[in-house]
Every structure is written in C-alpha cells, then in structure tokens.
C-alpha cells in the first residue's frame, strides 16, 4: 500500500486497511452487481456501508485511539541504552505498562517527527518521555536501573490516570 508511511500510528494504518478492503469489496460487488437482483445488490450495499461506518467509528473513537505512548530517545552506542535494552527492554512489550503506553524509540541524533517537535531538553540518552494526547506527562531522564525505572514510569502513570495504583 503505497499510502502507509513508515511514521503512521497503528490506529491509522489499521483505518487505511480496512478503508482498503472495503472499496475492494464494494468495487467487487458493483462489478457483479448486473448479476445480482435489485434486492440483493441493495442488501448488500447496505450491510457494506454500514460495515464501513461502523470500522470507521470504531477506529476513531478516543477509547480506540493509542491516547499514551512511551518515548524512548536513544544514541548509537548509548551503553545505559544497551542496558536498558537488557534488563526492561527484552520484557517491555510483554507488560501491563506496556499495553497503556507502547514502546516507541526515537534516535536522539535525527530530527525529531512533527508530532514530537514540541519537545524541548532532550539532551541525555536514555530520555524516556510519556506522551498522553501528544502532551508530555512525564519524563524520565537516564536510566536509573530496573527497579527505579518500573518504580518512576508507575508514579508517572498513576499521577496522570492511565494505571491504577497497586493496593498493598
């Protein structure tokens, strides 16, 4: 598909496939629909577009929409990324933390994306910021070790309502 770019968010290329399928499928079905009765075709036409609607709306929709995300800037040959890298990193797409705010990485070295320009400070590696409706939330700068890392990306999440606090 050659209007999927590289910086598309999954929300958006998941909208593009569907929007996709379905002009195939309708264009499908007008190029039978000669063949099929008046009836039929209008059935048809039907259960497709309110299909579409239906994708579109729920692809759409704030509660469907990536609200939080976790930015990682990182450098070649960044040793505390590397660390990171193996001690969070290995396990980070597998974690509760993970599904509120999934991990994208930013090379601290290239222009930042459009969606991140606002951003200013960025002068350490590893950066990890907390992104919530393309508004920083929370910052961590360094990486302080496993532990310390979980500990502040928690406080960050549950000061800004994306995770509930653990009951002790």
């Not at 008046?38 to 692809?59: D, E, G, H």
Request: aromatic share 12%.
């Amino acid at each position: 598909m050659p209007f999927i770019s590289g910086r598309n968010s999954s929300r958006e290329i998941r909208l593009q496939i569907v929007l996709s399928d379905c002009f195939q499928y309708v264009s499908g079905v007008l190029e039978q629909g000669y063949k099929m009765s008046i009836s039929a075709y209008l059935r048809r036409f039907v259960f497709v577009s309110v299909a579409f609607l239906f994708t579109v709306f729920a692809c759409l929709s704030p509660a469907k929409a990536i609200a939080a995300e976790l930015v990682m800037f990182e450098s070649e040959g960044c040793e505390w990324c590397e660390i990171w890298n193996e001690e969070v990193g290995v396990a980070y797409a597998k974690t509760t933390e993970a599904e509120i705010v999934p991990l994208r990485r930013e090379d601290i070295d290239d222009d930042l994306p459009v969606d991140l320009k606002h951003l200013n400070g960025l002068v350490y590696t590893p950066t990890f910021v907390v992104m919530q409706g393309g508004q920083e939330v929370g910052r961590i700068i360094g990486y302080p070790g496993e532990d310390f890392f979980w500990q502040l990306l928690n406080e960050i999440m549950v000061n800004k309502g994306l995770l509930e606090p653990s009951g002790s």
